[in-house]
């Protein structure tokens, strides 16, 4: 039976272009992405997160799914879940 502790997705750490990595919460991460999300155009997104009415709902998509999002040539917007505590 797998460990619960295997599917919490309390922390992530964050790498974006030209900025040192960061260490954020689900919560942090989730406004990061509600950041970026405002400031792209809906033709822009992919796909899958066009069906989506609330840019709530497309960042929650995203963490649940992904763990990179294009940002446009060049530049890249990549997370990764991690455990801080054994």
Same mark, same amino acid.
């Given at each position: ?23 954020? @919460?689900?919560? %942090? /991460? ?6 970026? +999300? #405002? ?25 649940? @799914?992904?763990? %990179? /999002? ?6 890249? +917007? #990549? ?8």
């Amino acid at each position: 039976m797998p460990d619960s502790l295997m599917y919490q997705q309390d922390n992530f750490v964050v790498l974006e272009t030209d900025q040192p990595e960061q260490f954020l @919460t689900g919560d %942090e /991460l989730l406004d990061k992405l509600k950041l970026v +999300l #405002q400031k792209m155009s809906n033709q822009d997104l992919p796909t899958d997160l066009q069906k989506f009415d609330s840019v709530n709902a497309q960042a929650k998509y995203l963490i649940d @799914t992904s763990c %990179e /999002l294009d940002v446009g040539p060049g530049k890249y +917007l #990549q997370w990764y879940a991690i455990r801080l505590e054994k």
